[in-house]
């Protein structure tokens, strides 16, 4: 996502027999993950800005929170970058895709 003037960000949403498919995966990389993700806490995955309304840091959950969070119908993860890192952002694209996927593997 390109929010013009503001940031790009990269977002792993799963639902349904996708997200019941990589739930336990999900729970086990993420409490032990060191990066910058943010976790949608909002009640619908549609929204994609970073506010405290919509998204949160990992880092500032709890075990109980991050359970609750994983707990909805969705999960939805998110890596965000600032406009002023534009030069570098083909490679913390690439990079962000690879974490997000790496939360997926056994």
């Given at each position: 996502?390109l929010?013009?003037?503001?940031?790009?960000?990269?977002?792993?949403?799963?639902?349904?027999?996708?997200?019941?498919e990589?739930?336990?995966?999900?729970?086990?990389?993420l409490?032990?993950?060191?990066?910058?993700?943010?976790?949608?806490i909002?009640?619908?995955?549609?929204e994609?800005?970073?506010e405290?309304?919509?998204?949160?840091?990992?880092q500032?959950?709890?075990?109980?929170?991050?359970?609750?969070?994983?707990?909805?119908p969705?999960?939805?993860?998110?890596?965000?970058?600032h406009?002023?890192?534009?030069?570098?952002?083909?490679d913390?694209l690439?990079?962000?895709?690879?974490?997000?996927?790496?939360?997926l593997e056994?």
């Amino acid at each position: 996502m390109l929010w013009w003037g503001n940031e790009i960000s990269v977002h792993l949403l799963l639902a349904g027999k996708y997200k019941r498919e990589f739930e336990q995966r999900l729970r086990e990389n993420l409490a032990k993950a060191n990066s910058q993700f943010y976790i949608c806490i909002a009640e619908t995955p549609w929204e994609h800005h970073f506010e405290m309304t919509n998204y949160t840091t990992l880092q500032s959950l709890r075990n109980d929170e991050l359970h609750t969070a994983l707990a909805q119908p969705f999960v939805k993860i998110g890596l965000r970058y600032h406009l002023h890192q534009w030069n570098e952002m083909e490679d913390l694209l690439k990079e962000g895709y690879q974490q997000l996927f790496e939360l997926l593997e056994a």
